[in-house]
């Protein structure tokens, strides 16, 4: 069901001035597709119902990764590819988060952090994993960055999740000695994390402080990890909340007026009490853009035996070890089938295309006059 109020509101009626609410050009380009996400401006395509006839149209989607409107279908298809990886053993979910004061380092230059703390975080795993102390083997993870925090403050954390176990020689399988609780030990980890994260911000940049840096060990840094889950399969679902989410859902904003922006969000210092806060449009704005990601920048990264690599030559022999059942076929869906709104039992087919801005019933008219219209 659609929002009352959408983030595409907000953009177009700021249509002329957003290039004064961004800090470079693919904010803007990306601004703007969302702004025209599901408009006139992007075309569309007319379908017709194979049981009752009607004619419908759709306007096309702008497929960004940014976009409150298009993420839906993308996590689905996500989830489902997931789902034929998954081993029959715990799951961790860790969260690393970086400290307020590299904040404008990630406005600046947020590919060179960022990739940072993606490296960082994999080196870190991959040493406590190592350690025969802990389980002596190869672990693997899947990696999701997020920016925001609930009121589009710029919050950089990363959220893990990691099999409760390794590729030991040999390619077999060792599971954790973890009694339930966590993978590594948290304190451990955190400390390793800032020291490696600390070091390699010295060498990507050199023209820093010296103060800055050593003011960065003065708190501790925090990593939040959860029991293990249920099931294997409650992993996909969890983790399919964070991969395609964006700084703001449509649902959240709860008012447009006098050029503000309301919306909910969570409180987690006040025991995630449920809150509104209601900022001027350009603040809202700026806001929003800060968390569009550097062009090409890959936020959702696998490693160890769940990298691409490994999953293409090695993943059905380890699963076949874990004793799953590669005989039997995920629940692949091959797609959804567009159900007619109008008799909610026929299917729709796309008839014709379209490029243009002319009002919906134009299209329609020249579908039912011409067959197919002119683009």
Same mark, same amino acid.
């Given at each position: 069901?659609?929002?009352?109020?959408?983030?595409?509101?907000?953009?177009?009626?700021?249509?002329?001035?957003?290039?004064?609410?961004?800090?470079?050009?693919?904010?803007?380009?990306?601004?703007?597709?969302?702004?025209?996400?599901?408009? /006139?401006?992007?075309? #569309? %395509?007319?379908?017709?119902?194979?049981?009752?006839?009607?004619?419908?149209?759709?306007?096309?989607?702008?497929?960004?990764?940014?976009?409150?409107?298009?993420? #839906?279908?993308?996590?689905?298809?996500?989830?489902?590819?997931?789902?034929?990886?998954?081993?029959?053993? *715990?799951?961790?979910?860790? $969260?690393?988060?970086? *400290?307020? =004061?590299?904040?404008?380092?990630?406005?600046?230059?947020?590919?060179?952090?960022?990739?940072?703390?993606?490296?960082?975080?994999?080196?870190?795993?991959?040493?406590?994993?190592?350690?025969?102390?802990?389980?002596?083997?190869?672990?693997?993870?899947?990696?999701?960055? %997020?920016?925001?925090?609930?009121?589009?403050?710029?919050?950089?954390?990363?959220?893990?999740?990691?099999?409760?176990?390794?590729?030991?020689?040999?390619?077999?399988? !060792?599971?954790? @000695?973890?009694?339930?609780?966590?993978?590594?030990? $948290? !304190?451990?980890?955190? !400390?390793?994390?800032?020291?490696?994260?600390?070091?390699?911000?010295?060498?990507?940049?050199?023209?820093? /402080?010296?103060?800055?840096?050593?003011?960065?060990?003065?708190?501790?840094?925090?990593?939040?990890?959860?029991?293990?889950?249920?099931?294997?399969?409650?992993?996909?679902?969890?983790? #399919? @909340?964070?991969?395609? !989410?964006?700084?703001?859902?449509?649902?959240?904003?709860?008012?447009?007026?006098?050029?503000?922006?309301?919306?909910?969000?969570?409180?987690?210092?006040?025991?995630?009490?449920?809150? &509104?806060?209601?900022?001027?449009?350009?603040?809202?704005?700026?806001?929003?853009?800060?968390?569009?990601? *550097?062009?090409?920048?890959?936020?959702?990264? %696998?490693?160890?035996?769940?990298?691409?690599?490994?999953?293409?030559?090695?993943?059905?022999?380890?699963?076949? =070890?874990?004793?799953?059942?590669?005989?039997?076929?995920?629940?692949?869906?091959?797609?959804?089938?567009?159900?007619?709104?109008?008799?909610?039992?026929?299917?729709?087919?796309?008839?014709?295309?379209?490029?243009?801005?002319?009002?919906?019933?134009?299209?329609?008219? &020249?579908?039912?006059?011409?067959?197919?219209?002119?683009?």
């Amino acid at each position: 069901m659609r929002s009352a109020f959408e983030v595409a509101d907000v953009l177009q009626r700021n249509n002329h001035q957003l290039c004064h609410y961004c800090s470079n050009s693919w904010q803007l380009r990306t601004l703007h597709a969302l702004r025209k996400c599901r408009t /006139s401006e992007l075309g #569309g %395509h007319v379908d017709q119902c194979d049981s009752c006839g009607n004619l419908s149209i759709s306007y096309n989607s702008c497929r960004n990764r940014h976009c409150p409107k298009c993420q #839906g279908e993308k996590r689905e298809a996500w989830i489902q590819a997931r789902e034929s990886e998954l081993l029959p053993v *715990p799951y961790f979910h860790v $969260v690393f988060t970086l *400290p307020q =004061q590299i904040n404008t380092m990630c406005l600046y230059a947020p590919d060179k952090v960022y990739n940072l703390l993606f490296k960082t975080v994999w080196s870190v795993m991959q040493s406590f994993a190592a350690d025969p102390k802990h389980l002596g083997t190869k672990p693997a993870m899947i990696a999701v960055l %997020h920016t925001w925090g609930q009121n589009l403050s710029l919050h950089p954390h990363l959220h893990c999740i990691v099999p409760g176990g390794g590729v030991a020689q040999q390619g077999k399988w !060792k599971a954790a @000695r973890s009694e339930g609780k966590f993978l590594f030990p $948290v !304190k451990a980890m955190s !400390k390793v994390f800032r020291a490696r994260f600390v070091a390699g911000l010295r060498k990507d940049f050199p023209k820093q /402080s010296k103060v800055f840096f050593d003011s960065l060990f003065n708190k501790d840094w925090v990593i939040y990890a959860k029991r293990p889950f249920q099931n294997p399969r409650s992993v996909v679902e969890y983790l #399919g @909340r964070y991969t395609h !989410k964006i700084a703001i859902s449509n649902h959240r904003i709860l008012s447009l007026e006098d050029g503000k922006v309301t919306f909910s969000y969570k409180d987690y210092r006040k025991g995630a009490q449920k809150l &509104q806060m209601t900022l001027p449009d350009a603040e809202f704005i700026r806001r929003f853009s800060q968390h569009i990601l *550097p062009k090409g920048f890959v936020r959702i990264r %696998h490693y160890g035996f769940l990298s691409s690599s490994w999953k293409t030559d090695k993943l059905a022999a380890l699963q076949k =070890q874990l004793g799953v059942d590669l005989s039997v076929e995920a629940n692949q869906k091959t797609g959804t089938h567009r159900k007619c709104t109008a008799c909610q039992q026929g299917t729709l087919s796309t008839v014709s295309t379209f490029r243009g801005r002319a009002p919906p019933q134009y299209w329609l008219d &020249q579908v039912q006059k011409q067959g197919t219209p002119s683009k």
